[in-house]
């Protein structure tokens, strides 16, 4: 097989590595191995991945290599060096959690649900992208792997928790990458990285073990284009014996190539009624709305109707943390952030009335978003009411920096980010599509229209960019 240029390489999509091996005009080993250089020239100044199984996912490629010469892909995503995040499960790989509070030590033996999937479809395994300890809170840093950084600007947050796996996509570490969305784990880093997150219906894609915040945690992929997204959903999103969460598998193939928006009615939200949006997010949304209306779809301003749902998320994830805490020992309390044993202490305190009544609150608002569906094909809102900010912190000044996500966990709705354009700063903007559950192709057929539309965002080379401070890890 002829060699690419890595320079090429680095800039190819998923599809367009398969076209290329299906051609033999390209190697999964030449594939693997620009992945590889890439990820340890960037890693020390981004901090993308924790664990790079350099030895497996070389052999992992040779074998692929020799299927792909033979004309027999062992399946969808044969050859295609992809990553997993550090709370997913992965043989042959440590899964640490970002945690001090765990073992390095194993035995890592057993394939999550996304893992096995990945691994049965013939993926090259890269390795494990950072989150924050046990995936907790909205930025990614931890005491054990230290604090990952913007591609866009490395002072700036990617935002988490799987802000290890949109760095990666956004740098082209690797085409598919695996994240986990809890409240809004996928789309929050999505939007300030400019990558394409998918949070999918819940059900579609398998979890286990099971999370400790209960049916908030979604898996689905971070990466570079829809297209990927879509092709990365067909493979994650078949049937695990091993969830008892789990819905009807995933039922979609490739996403049908559209050029228009007519006949979607679209509800737009620009602040829910009650978050304060950044004027220059406000801008740019404003702007995706116009070219929305102007590829034919009908778009009404109109808020969804509920209240800040903040405190039910706040109870929910709580309490999970809280469960995390009761799991560990004393030595291995004695080794978590104290920001996140302050989650757990307040965990501890939440009653099983407060918890059941929380529960019939999400019902109550999983309802009344059905309801609004029935009407609308689409919710769009800002991702993000604000830009990427400094790192080493666990929130920004900001009342409510997190509030379009959480409400579509709740409610178990697919919801993906989209970047829309850039700030006056140069930084992504994200643009979050929300459909009825298990609606989850007018999600990514809409978000290929846009796509295509707006345009893909790139940061900057890294070897262009400069690191101006080095932030301490928030305490």
Known sequence: MSTKPATQIADLTAHDCLALYKSRDLSPVEVTDDCLRRIDETNSEFNAFCFIGVEQAKAQARVSEARWIRSEPLGLLDGLPVTLKDVTLTRGMPTRWGSKSTSEGGPWDVDSP???RLREAGAVLLGKTTTPEYGWKGVTDSLLF???????NPDLTPGGSSGGAAVAAALNL???????????SIRIPASFTGTFGFKPSFGYVPQWPPSVFTTLSHTGPITRTVADAALMMRVIGQHDVRDGYAGPEYPFGDVPLRSTLKGLKVAYSRD???????????KVTDAAIQKIESLGAEVVEIDPGFDDPRPLLRTIWFAGVARILRRLNNEQRSLLEPSFLDYAERGLSVTLSEY????EACFELTAKMAAFHQEFDLLVTPTMPIAPFPVGRDEPDHPNWTPFTGPFNITKQPAASLPSGLDSNGLPVGLQLVAARYNDMTVLSAAQVLESAFGRL????????KLQTTAPLAK
Request: net charge negative; aromatic share 10%; glycine share 14%.
């Open 114 to 116: 996304a893992a096995a």
């Open 146 to 152: 230290g604090i990952t950084r913007n591609p866009w």
């Open 174 to 184: 690797g085409f598919l990458h695996q994240g986990s969305d809890g409240a809004g």
């Open 272 to 282: 829910f009624g009650f978050v304060d949006v950044d004027r220059d997010i406000l």
């Open 356 to 359: 059941q009544d929380t529960q």
């Open 458 to 465: 790139v940061p900057p080379r890294p070897c262009a960019l």
